[in-house]
């Protein structure tokens, strides 16, 4: 059973860079791929992009410019980074694994959350 | 960027009665829909895949169908575990993957 554990700071200031890293454990994160998706009140589940099993990454475009997915096998973790955060970055951030379908990927297991808010 | 279009956004149901939840996307998905079920404070959890394929331990109460455009999850015989938010997903065309806003569905 694939667990992920989502973890970083809460409490993010405008115009700094948002961190987080999950954790995962029940499979490595050298096979399948491994998403961020967050959940805000005004936009409800927004995909923000995954890693897969090259470490190539694949991103939403509308948060590209200022996005970096990363992972450290060694750790068996994969990492967010969103630079120039604004209010509108306040959400719970999920991250997942996306198993392969075909040519395609289904996201199936996802961490807890962690909510982080973007304020001075 | 394809839209994900739920209907309705609340539904009120009995206990044992049956709900019917609709999704639409602005253009075809193929077969590449999933819906996920929502409790408050929890993730999201994989019910179908495929628009029709139950994800593992998912109960054969939960049934998905349709294609293209237009998608349908059916919940047979409501239990108190099933009220929730039900999102629809496509993964067809991407990026980005897209979701639904979502269809609550809540006790009458």
């Known amino acids: 059973q694939v667990q992920l554990q989502e973890s970083g700071p809460g409490l993010v200031k405008p115009s700094e860079t948002l961190s987080l890293t999950c954790t995962v454990s029940g499979g490595s994160i050298s096979g399948d791929y491994w998403s961020w998706i967050r959940q805000s009140p005004g936009k409800g589940l927004e995909w923000i992009g995954h890693?897969?099993?090259?470490?190539?990454?694949t991103y939403n475009p509308s948060l590209k410019s200022r996005l970096t997915i990363s992972r450290d096998t060694s750790k068996n973790q994969i990492s967010l980074r969103l630079r120039s955060v604004t209010a509108a970055d306040t959400a719970v951030y999920y991250c997942?694994?996306?198993?392969?379908?075909?040519?395609?990927?289904?996201?199936?297991?996802w961490g807890q959350g962690t909510l982080v808010t973007v304020s001075s | 960027e394809i839209e994900m279009t739920q209907s309705p956004a609340a539904l009120s149901v009995s206990p044992g009665e049956g709900a019917t939840l609709s999704c639409r996307a602005s253009?075809?998905?193929?077969?590449?829909l999933a819906w996920y079920q929502q409790k408050p404070g929890q993730a999201p959890r994989l019910l179908i895949w495929?628009?029709?394929t139950r994800a593992t331990g998912i109960p054969a109460r939960f049934s998905g169908s349709g294609s293209g455009t237009e998608f349908t999850l059916t919940i047979s015989s409501l239990q108190s575990e099933d009220f929730a938010v039900y999102y629809c997903q496509q993964y067809n065309s991407w990026p980005p993957k897209t979701f639904g806003q979502g269809t609550k569905v809540e006790i009458k």
């Open positions: 495929g628009a029709s």
């Open positions: 890693i897969y099993n090259n470490g190539g990454t």
């Open positions: 253009q075809s998905v193929a077969s590449n």
């Open positions: 997942a694994r996306e198993r392969p379908e075909r040519w395609l990927q289904i996201i199936d297991y």
